[in-house]
């Protein structure tokens, strides 16, 4: 397959959904009406749960993506392709170093408060 302008400009989308859908999933606690669904403690639980589990959360990260973009176009698997790119960033670079330093900042609070 030769990767055509068209088929990079789908690559290129597939990763900037896939960012807006991170993005949006990692500020969802600071918008007051999802803030009640999930709180900050829910959404830090489920990202702690999401870095042990690397390999089952792409897995259903993958489901969902080839099951909204499909297989049957090239362009759709090209898009899909895009965010399977992005979320293997995501789950093997950000969130590792994202997760170190929650818990370098939250232990740091707790020597403050025990001062």
Known sequence: MILTPSNSGNLVAGAGLGIFAWGAFLKADK?????K???????????EWINRNKGVSLLGL????????????????I?????????????????????????KRRIQSVLKGAQ
Request: net charge positive; charged share 20%; aromatic share 10%.
């Open 79 to 103: 898009f899909a392709l895009g965010n399977t790119i992005l979320n293997i960033f995501v789950l093997w670079a950000y969130l590792p170093i994202r997760m170190m330093r929650y818990e």
């Open 62 to 77: 993958e489901t969902i993506n080839l099951g909204i973009h499909g297989i049957v176009s090239a362009n759709a698997v």
């Open 37 to 47: 669904l999930l709180t900050t403690r829910r959404k830090e639980r489920t990202l």
């Open 31 to 35: 918008i007051p009406f999802i803030k």
